[in-house]
């Protein structure tokens, strides 16, 4: 330093100031540490309702398309009942000709 003694009452306030920061830091560092929980158990919470969200998807598909007639079997049987109705009304209209 250049030479100046710091006096008794200049320490004691600094010493006072910095235990203020100190005091603040600490403070901080606490709701750091808080709101980093928070994120953590929001996060996991999001990836828990993500994975049921995705179950419950993976659980309903399978009735929207058998509502909807989108799955292979239903369209199946759809155009089967097709021919079989254009096989019989071509044979009602044949046999209503003779």
Request: charged share 25%.
């Amino acid at each position: 330093m250049s030479g100046n003694p710091v006096s008794q009452g200049e320490f004691h306030s600094f010493r006072i100031e910095m235990r203020d920061y100190m005091k603040q830091q600490t403070q901080l560092m606490r709701q750091m540490v808080e709101l980093q929980t928070k994120h953590s158990n929001l996060e996991s919470q999001f990836m828990r309702l993500e994975r049921t969200v995705d179950d419950v998807e993976s659980r309903l598909r399978p009735v929207e398309q058998s509502q909807s007639g989108t799955n292979e079997k239903t369209k199946y049987n759809r155009d089967l009942i097709w021919l079989l109705l254009g096989v019989v009304s071509s044979a009602f209209a044949y046999f209503v000709r003779k």
